[in-house]
């Protein structure tokens, strides 16, 4: 790989188009696991007519949505009500970017020398997942605003006050681990936990805990499900969106449930690390590739996502601001504070 | 720019909002229509609107002779189709001083159980998806059908029975009904602990519904309120016991009473009634009298001339029938008392100062359905 061309330009741009595609199909294939696994979670079917065991449904519903009549309403506001959907779908498939998929590898051989699976390792990887996915909360409150709606207001404003307030403690979740790992570099932290033979989740798992709760908050997922609270708000934000309008809000929503799985399965989970990586006696597990691995987490976290759906009611809105700011912040505070002492006790501290 | 004017120009204060809720809304059970004036997500004033489903019942009763009323009661709540078809026929029966056999009786006692059962089912489903558990929905749909078979095969109807007449029942049970129902009745209680596992002790559940939309004893009986409304604030008013009709007071039951009159505690009154409700069936299946299902009564319906009012313990409170005769064939005027309009009349009382996301925890809880609300 010594042409310059190769290396800097074709190699990214495959790796950027392999990554977003699989993102988007594997955003559009949650849907229908979704459907399919709460039907099950219900005593009911859920989509199985669409190709084999319903599989082609997410397709179908795709060109449903495109060949939708594109309706702006007429008394919104029509430059920020049409870039709403862009601005919640942009930065939830940009984060992508930095998410270890795996090691680097050579495809079983076919590549001449390895190549990692995503697109770049920066070594303010954390910040720049936190930075660049909170910018999608403004697709939800611009586009609650100019739907020139009171409902869709309603939800933007309380996914507003939501995502604020969750940010912060899950933010100070994701700081411990960084004290544990010493880098910002996903990578890295994921190379710290083969170092330290033990997934963060085993010290960390108050602030593993902190970090779900707050991401399943972070996502509008039930039980917090608030902007978009079907009984109260109708639709909440995404009420007067339609056709792919509607669509990015859909595809952002679960692009950032994935997202969350992610985080949490690199961070907490060893990424594409096999469960106890030290132990030598079951290095058998190395057959599995170390993707598969990263794709088994993720599936797990988004299966949590799915069972929660199935099970509980949603919480009111002032409880989940009590919540948040009563109890997530300051558990989450007083555990970054034992774990920065546990670390310096134990002579770490880089 | 015109947007904003056009969105301040509509508030009554820069602080207030007001947000009309419905008629097609998911949680206003129907085509209820509630005004809210919020000050951010907080309730000030809520005042239900209704009237979209009025289709004239009570003025097309007078229309009709004794027994085509029925039918049309059935369209009241229809939800609780027995216990409307129960009211009405009771009321005539009284006006004419018709005793109906006690088998009819007690199969009437049944389907009215079993309504019961179907009712707070439909409420439990409703309830528990306003508040965000969707899961109970299907769980319960699931019992409900089982209802309703026995319904279609007794009467051949499943949501509009038409299963009662002025005199007794038209028709005996069919062969193996009894048995069939007992099968329910003893799977059922399994079912509701299921359900009760998902919600009673579930920490969201209860602090969505403790202390929400608190009416005291007394707050109850100025508004009227009847059924669990009212027993969920702990007055033991139920007219089974105060005044029995049908057989009950020849059956054993309790009539379950909550504390704090707060949602939580009419929930749980509803599900005692449902556990209370099974042990009638119960009842009702070991002790069924036999015998004709009919009286004797003429052809055409002549009841003499004079008033009467009759009330039963619906699923959501006292359903009363008043009934004034000139001596025809048809009714003079008659006025129905319904459970669910004056219920829903506490509304404004048990929203204000709560939470947006309370109103529908609230409506649900009310357990109202608009077309006895319209008429």
């Given at each position: 790989m010594t042409n310059p061309w190769v290396a800097f330009v074709?190699?990214?741009?495959?790796?950027?188009?392999?990554?977003?595609?699989?993102?988007?199909?594997?955003?559009?294939?949650?849907?229908?696991?979704?459907?399919?696994?709460?039907?099950?979670?219900?005593?009911?079917?859920?989509?199985?007519?669409?190709?084999?065991?319903?599989?082609?449904?997410?397709?179908?519903?795709?060109?449903?949505?495109?060949?939708?009549?594109?309706?702006?309403?007429?008394?919104?506001?029509?430059?920020?009500?049409?870039?709403?959907?862009?601005?919640?779908?942009?930065?939830?498939?940009?984060?992508?970017?930095?998410?270890?998929?795996?090691p680097p590898t050579t495809l079983f051989g076919l590549l001449p020398e390895p190549i990692a699976p995503f697109v770049t390792d920066i070594n303010?990887?954390?910040?720049?997942?936190?930075?660049?996915?909170?910018?999608?909360?403004?697709?939800?409150?611009?586009?609650?605003?100019?739907?020139?709606?009171?409902?869709?207001?309603?939800?933007?404003?309380r996914s507003a006050a939501q995502l604020i307030s969750y940010?912060?403690?899950?933010?100070?979740?994701?700081?411990?681990?960084?004290?544990?790992?010493?880098?910002?570099?996903?990578?890295?932290?994921?190379?710290?936990?083969?170092?330290?033979?033990?997934?963060?989740?085993?010290?960390?798992?108050?602030?593993?805990?902190?970090?779900?709760?707050?991401?399943?908050?972070?996502?509008?997922?039930?039980?917090?499900?608030?902007?978009?609270?079907?009984?109260?708000?109708?639709?909440?934000?995404?009420?007067?969106?339609?056709?792919?309008?509607?669509?990015?809000?859909?595809?952002?929503?679960?692009?950032?449930?994935?997202?969350?799985?992610?985080?949490?399965?690199v961070l907490f989970f060893g990424g594409w690390l096999r469960p106890f990586?030290?132990?030598?006696?079951?290095?058998?597990?190395?057959?599995?590739?170390?993707?598969?691995?990263?794709?088994?987490?993720?599936?797990?976290?988004?299966?949590?996502?799915?069972?929660?759906?199935?099970?509980?009611?949603?919480?009111?809105?002032d409880q989940l601001m009590a919540l948040g700011w009563k109890v997530f912040i300051p558990v989450s505070l007083a555990n970054l504070m034992v774990i920065g002492a546990v670390i310096v006790l134990l002579g770490g501290g880089r | 720019m015109?947007?904003?004017?056009?969105?301040?120009?509509?508030?009554?204060?820069?602080?207030?909002?007001?947000?009309?809720?419905?008629?097609?809304?998911?949680?206003?059970h129907g085509v209820l229509r509630v005004m809210v004036r919020l000050d951010g997500e907080r309730i000030l004033d809520a005042k239900p609107i209704i009237g979209y489903l009025h289709r004239g019942t009570e003025k097309l009763f007078e229309t009709m002779h004794f027994n085509g009323c029925i039918p049309h009661t059935d369209r009241l709540d229809y939800t609780t189709a027995a216990a409307n078809n129960q009211a009405f026929v009771g009321a005539v029966e009284r006006l004419m001083g018709v005793t109906i056999p006690p088998r009819a009786a007690w199969i009437r006692m049944m389907l009215a159980e079993m309504q019961r059962l179907a009712s707070h089912i439909i409420w439990l489903a409703t309830h528990a998806l306003d508040i965000g558990a969707m899961s109970p929905?299907?769980?319960?749909?699931?019992?409900?059908?089982?209802?309703?078979?026995?319904?279609?095969?007794?009467?051949?109807?499943?949501?509009?029975?038409?299963?009662?007449?002025?005199?007794?029942?038209?028709?005996?049970?069919?062969?193996?009904?009894?048995?069939?129902?007992?099968?329910?009745?003893?799977?059922?209680?399994a079912r509701i602990a299921e359900w009760e596992r998902l919600l009673t002790g579930n920490r969201i559940w209860k602090q969505r519904t403790v202390g929400v939309g608190v009416i005291s004893a007394a707050d109850a009986i100025n508004w009227g309120l009847t059924g669990p409304p009212l027993r969920g604030s702990g007055v033991r008013w139920d007219v089974r016991k105060a005044l029995p009709?049908?057989?009950?007071?020849?059956?054993?039951?309790?009539?379950?009473?909550?504390?704090?009159?707060?949602?939580?505690?009419?929930?749980?009154?509803?599900?005692?009634?449902?556990?209370?409700?099974?042990?009638?069936?119960?009842?009702?299946?070991?002790?069924?009298?036999?015998?004709?299902?009919?009286?004797?009564v003429p052809k055409v319906l002549k009841p003499p001339k004079g008033e009467v009012y009759h009330s039963v313990?619906?699923?959501?409170?006292?359903?009363?029938?008043?009934?004034?005769?000139?001596?025809?064939?048809?009714?003079?005027?008659?006025h129905v008392r319904p459970s669910s309009f004056i219920n829903l009349q506490s509304l404004p009382e048990l929203v204000r100062g709560g939470l947006v996301a309370d109103l529908v925890a609230i409506i649900g809880t009310l357990d109202i359905v608009l077309g006895e609300i319209d008429r």
């Open positions: 074709l190699v990214p741009m495959i790796k950027i188009v392999v990554i977003l595609g699989t993102v988007v199909l594997a955003t559009a294939y949650m849907s229908f696991f979704e459907r399919r696994l709460v039907g099950f979670l219900q005593i009911r079917l859920g989509p199985n007519r669409v190709g084999w065991f319903g599989v082609l449904q997410p397709i179908a519903d795709a060109l449903k949505l495109f060949a939708k009549e594109d309706i702006v309403p007429s008394r919104v506001e029509k430059i920020v009500y049409l870039s709403g959907p862009v601005l919640i779908i942009v930065p939830s498939l940009v984060v992508f970017s930095v998410i270890p998929f795996g303010i990887s954390v910040l720049f997942v936190m930075g660049v996915s909170s910018f999608g909360i403004y697709g939800i409150i611009l586009g609650g605003w100019a739907s020139n709606n009171k409902f869709s207001l309603m939800g933007g404003l940010e912060v403690p899950m933010g100070f979740a994701v700081v411990a681990v960084l004290l544990m790992a010493g880098s910002l570099s996903l990578v890295d932290i994921i190379e710290a936990q083969r170092q330290a033979h033990v997934w963060f989740v085993f010290p960390g798992i108050v602030a593993f805990f902190i970090y779900f709760v707050c991401g399943i908050a972070e996502t509008n997922r039930n039980p917090f499900d608030l902007p978009e609270a079907e009984a109260e708000l109708v639709g909440g934000f995404h009420t007067e969106y339609s056709g792919m309008k509607f669509a990015f809000y859909f595809l952002a929503e679960y692009a950032n449930m994935i997202l969350i799985s992610s985080m949490a399965t990586p030290s132990w030598g006696w079951l290095s058998f597990l190395d057959v599995v590739p170390p993707f598969l691995w990263f794709v088994a987490k993720v599936a797990g976290f988004l299966y949590c996502y799915i069972w929660f759906r199935g099970t509980f009611p949603r919480v009111r809105f | 015109s947007q904003d004017l056009y969105l301040l120009s509509s508030l009554p204060d820069s602080e207030e909002m007001e947000v009309s809720f419905g008629p097609q809304h998911p949680a206003t929905f299907f769980y319960t749909f699931q019992e409900r059908e089982s209802i309703l078979d026995l319904f279609e095969e007794y009467c051949g109807a499943r949501l509009t029975l038409n299963a009662m007449r002025v005199g007794g029942q038209p028709f005996d049970l069919p062969e193996g009904w009894l048995g069939r129902l007992r099968a329910f009745v003893d799977q059922l209680p009709y049908d057989g009950y007071d020849e059956v054993e039951f309790e009539v379950p009473i909550g504390q704090n009159g707060d949602t939580y505690d009419r929930y749980l009154v509803r599900m005692e009634e449902m556990r209370q409700s099974l042990r009638i069936l119960r009842q009702c299946l070991d002790r069924l009298p036999d015998g004709p299902v009919m009286a004797k313990e619906g699923p959501k409170g006292e359903l009363g029938f008043y009934l004034v005769s000139d001596g025809s064939t048809q009714p003079y005027r008659l």
